[in-house]
């Protein structure tokens, strides 16, 4: 069914970190994931991804990354060819047709940003119609990467989907994602909306671990010492020890 639905396109997979990313994910509530992997060997089995996305509650898709023409692109594919060869020296034109003729898309990734530190500050991916969003709002990397990366996308009119990117660890999941109206179980869906630039790149509010209440000392109100008094007759001890009563002798004098 169709509804707003949060999705992060980008998430590296690693088999050591993995439950780590999927908790995360799932404590930022997100629908969907696409885990991405660099070799095709990596890719794990298709059926088993779909059953654990049922599982823990968030749709799983598998995508993979490589390097064409110096710029870092994204590949969504249908599982029948995670594994399938692709020609990277034919150029971006020619891997876009090849992934769609196979049902997948094709995204590019931060072409600013080279790696975490370092920006290609001449390099920019020019316009082209047929590439008309990019993944641009990611978690790490550089403020000016990020900056370019928008400047970059306003001038080509190309739209700008978030996602934990290539900088970040899986610790970091849950922090960017995109906002997409789909069915987050249906990957022809998801795909539709991401590629579209109908998606909505938003950063997420991490709920800190509320912090210990400790428990405030009550002051203890120190109690005033009422006045002594006398034995005989209920005068205080001050009344007691005043001046004696004035004698006949002193009235005489």
Do not use: N
Not at 115 to 120: L, M, N, P, Q, R
Not at 157 to 179: C, E, K, M, N
Not at 226 to 234: C, D, F, L, Q, Y
């Amino acid at each position: 069914m169709t509804r707003p639905c949060l999705v992060d396109p980008y998430v590296t997979y690693d088999p050591a970190t993995f439950e780590v990313a999927i908790h995360h994910a799932q404590q930022a509530r997100l629908d969907a994931v696409v885990l991405v992997g660099p070799a095709f060997e990596e890719a794990p089995d298709p059926e088993a991804l779909t059953a654990l996305g049922e599982e823990v509650g968030v749709a799983l898709y598998w995508g993979r990354e490589f390097e064409v023409d110096g710029v870092r692109m994204l590949s969504i594919e249908t599982p029948e060819h995670i594994a399938a060869e692709l020609d990277l020296g034919s150029g971006i034109e020619a891997l876009l047709k090849t992934v769609e003729a196979r049902g997948g898309k094709l995204l590019p990734v931060t072409p600013r940003q080279l790696d975490a530190t370092s920006v290609a500050r001449e390099r920019r991916l020019p316009a082209d119609p047929a590439l008309p969003v990019v993944v641009g709002l990611v978690d790490g990397g550089t403020r000016l990467g990020r900056d370019l990366e928008l400047e970059d996308a306003g001038e080509c009119q190309r739209r700008v989907i978030a996602g934990t990117g290539p900088f970040s660890d899986a610790s970091r999941v849950g922090r960017f994602a995109t906002l997409l109206r789909a069915d987050p179980l249906s990957r022809a869906s998801v795909l539709a909306q991401l590629t579209s630039g109908a998606g909505i790149a938003v950063e997420l509010t991490v709920d800190a671990p509320a912090a210990p209440t400790v428990a405030k000392k009550k002051r203890r109100r120190r109690r005033k010492r009422k006045p002594a008094r006398a034995e005989s007759g209920g005068e205080t001890a001050d009344a007691a020890k005043g001046d004696a009563p004035a004698t006949g002798d002193d009235d005489a004098s």
